[in-house]
């Protein structure tokens, strides 16, 4: 599923791409990724035909195109992309939804697992994800109350970070990544932090996702790309997630991944000793 600095990625290509232009025409080519939209695809095309595109927007893993005072929201799910094209080009495949815009620009949405969504939210522009935390890339994100916070569940450290009403971004791949860069097993009980283990970790977060901001995203296959169809090149800058039985690259030790949540936890067994 793409993570935070995936969705910025994408974000960053609508606000190229789409701002300041006014939505023409919509085409739903599947009804599934507007399931949420009061009534259904005729609905939304009506709803969103003549719309201009003021700015495009962001949290954790959500973001959104800011509509006057309401918002286009959009979760891409486990495959949801968009890809900016002309009118005339091929459609890739498992294409869903097409957005024409005044400057001659086709926005597609593509998801070939169809768990994306898009959802037109009323007068929700500023905030159209309440109950979603700050991420770290945010102003408003405020690492020791975060710490805090996290210190003070009964709970594990990863599935604190992987909770998105504490801390929004960090999906699997992140989540492993900062925890071997902080030297966590994953399964480590938060009670168990002091405050120094608890904010390292979330700076690890932090540090390694804007380094997979700066490699356009992590992409392991064509699920993720940008909006002109690139895929990101992070996979190369990965210590723990999906390297299993290879070399930690601190100590030598193989890498091991254990299930997780119906996922996987990639973690080295010598420089992330599990606590109890």
């Not at 709803?47 to 959104?64: E, H, P, T, V």
């Not at 459609?91 to 593509?110: E, K, M, Y």
């Not at 994306?116 to 770290?136: K, Q, S, W, Y």
């Not at 973690?267 to 599990?274: A, G, H």
Request: charged fraction near 25%.
């Amino acid at each position: 599923m793409p993570e935070l600095p995936e969705v910025e990625v994408v974000r960053e290509g609508l606000r190229r791409h789409a701002v300041g232009r006014t939505i023409d025409a919509v085409t739903v080519l599947h009804p599934r990724p507007v399931r949420q939209h009061p009534g259904g695809p005729e609905a939304f095309v009506a709803d969103l035909r003549g719309r201009s595109i003021d700015d495009a927007r962001r949290r954790g893993k959500y973001l959104w195109l800011a509509l006057g005072p309401d918002a286009l929201l959009i979760h891409l799910g486990m495959s949801g992309q968009f890809r900016v094209a002309r009118a005339d080009d091929e459609l890739p495949r498992n294409t869903r939804a097409l957005f024409d815009l005044s400057d001659g620009t086709q926005l597609r949405f593509v998801d070939q697992r169809m768990f994306g969504g898009l959802e037109l939210r009323r007068d929700a522009a500023a905030d159209p994800v309440p109950h979603i935390a700050p991420d770290p890339f945010s102003a408003d994100f405020r690492l020791h109350d975060v710490a805090r916070a996290i210190r003070s569940r009964r709970t594990t450290i990863k599935r604190a970070l992987l909770d998105q009403g504490l801390v929004s971004g960090i999906g699997n791949i992140y989540a492993d990544e900062a925890l071997w860069r902080a030297r966590l097993h994953f399964d480590t009980p938060t009670p168990l932090l002091g405050p120094r283990q608890a904010t390292a970790v979330l700076r690890a977060a932090t540090d390694v996702m804007y380094e997979a901001l700066a490699a356009g995203g992590t992409s392991f296959d064509t699920l993720y790309v940008n909006v002109n169809g690139e895929s990101g090149y992070f996979e190369r800058g990965l210590n723990a997630y999906g390297r299993e039985g290879l070399p930690c690259a601190r100590c030598g030790t193989a890498i091991r991944r254990s299930p997780f949540m119906n996922r996987s936890s990639f973690y080295c067994p010598r420089c992330q000793k599990v606590r109890r």
